[in-house]
């Protein structure tokens, strides 16, 4: 189990180092899919998954890795998929205990996947909405979620749970 400072670190330093290399231009937007064939990996799009279906499956020998996500989803929604994946990756694979961790994720809900899946989730929403640059963008754009969420390409819900865990929004309304 990580410390959530810690995994928030990881998922931004990876953010941090990918967008230096690899960004051609200022923006906020993190090409995932390009961020996980650099990291070995490869994303799937399949047809039917049944509910929380999405997953990955980690090569052990060479630790490379195969993420699946539902076809039935929107690409906004696999960006977030396939971050939260990642984030089962580096949190509970590459820095778990070799003699433990394990190699097939699949994605569940919070109540039954419980403190893991919730590290993956604010992994992925480190990874694609970093802290300072997420609340740069939200004053920027004056706090307009729709603007915010197409700046990193992730769904206005997702830029609304971050702005709200990160103290942007009330969380009344």
């Known amino acids: ?49 049944e509910a929380n279906g999405n997953s990955m499956v980690i090569n052990d020998s060479d630790d490379s890795f195969k993420i699946y996500v539902s076809a039935m989803d929107g690409k906004n929604r696999q960006k977030f998929t396939i971050a939260h994946e990642i984030g089962h990756y580096f949190i509970h694979y590459k820095d778990g205990n070799p003699e433990e961790r394990e190699t097939v994720y699949r994605r569940t809900n919070h109540a039954y996947g419980g403190f893991t899946e919730y590290e993956a989730n604010v992994f992925a929403a480190s990874l694609l909405m970093p802290e300072n640059k997420f609340k740069k963008s939200f004053e920027i754009r004056g706090g307009d979620l729709d603007l915010v969420a197409n700046d990193f390409g992730v769904s206005i819900a997702a830029a609304e749970v971050r702005a709200r865990t990160l103290g942007l929004l009330d969380n009344n309304g």
Request: charged content about 20%.
């Open 1 to 49: 189990m990580a410390n959530m400072k810690y995994v928030q670190s990881v998922a931004e330093r990876l953010n941090d180092i990918f967008m230096s290399r690899y960004s051609s231009n200022n923006s906020l937007n993190l090409d995932i899919l390009e961020l996980v064939e650099k990291l070995g990996g490869s994303v799937y799009e399949v047809g039917y998954l």
